[in-house]
């Protein structure tokens, strides 16, 4: 049974950095796609970025390209995503989940979830 842990998050101050993690078990994850989201109260799951778990390549959300970076250790079956210059507008509980679909931005791809962690950006 695959099961997905965020930890990390936290309570930072504007311009400040957080790194997420999510410890993934439960399975084989070299060719899944470990995606990033987060959602703010009131507002629509976001994907924020994403990584093949077998190559190491990422992509990620035009709202947070060049502040955020998604990496991944195979040995310890974790994902990272660290997130710097942090805003207000970041604010959001943050998921990491797995699909079996390269490449895909939207969550009903995505098969598995975290239960969140919540970051919170003060200004």
């Known amino acids: 049974q695959v099961q997905l842990v965020e930890s990390g998050g936290g309570l930072v101050q504007a311009g400040g950095s957080l790194r997420l993690s999510c410890a993934a078990s439960?399975?084989?994850?070299?060719?899944?796609?470990m995606g990033w989201f987060r959602q703010a109260p009131g507002k629509e799951r976001e994907f924020v970025g994403a990584?093949?778990?077998?190559?190491?390549?990422?992509t990620y959300a035009n709202s947070v390209k060049g502040r955020v970076a998604i990496s991944r250790d195979n040995a310890k079956n974790m994902v990272y995503l660290q997130m710097n210059s942090l805003k207000p507008e970041d604010t959001a509980v943050y998921y990491c989940?797995?699909?079996?679909?390269?490449?895909?931005?939207?969550?009903?791809?995505?098969?598995?979830w975290g239960q969140g962690t919540q970051v919170t950006v003060s200004s």
């Open positions: 990584i093949t778990w077998g190559s190491g390549s990422t």
């Open positions: 439960g399975r084989t994850f070299a060719r899944y796609y």
């Open positions: 989940a797995v699909s079996s679909t390269h490449g895909v931005t939207t969550p009903t791809y995505y098969d598995y």
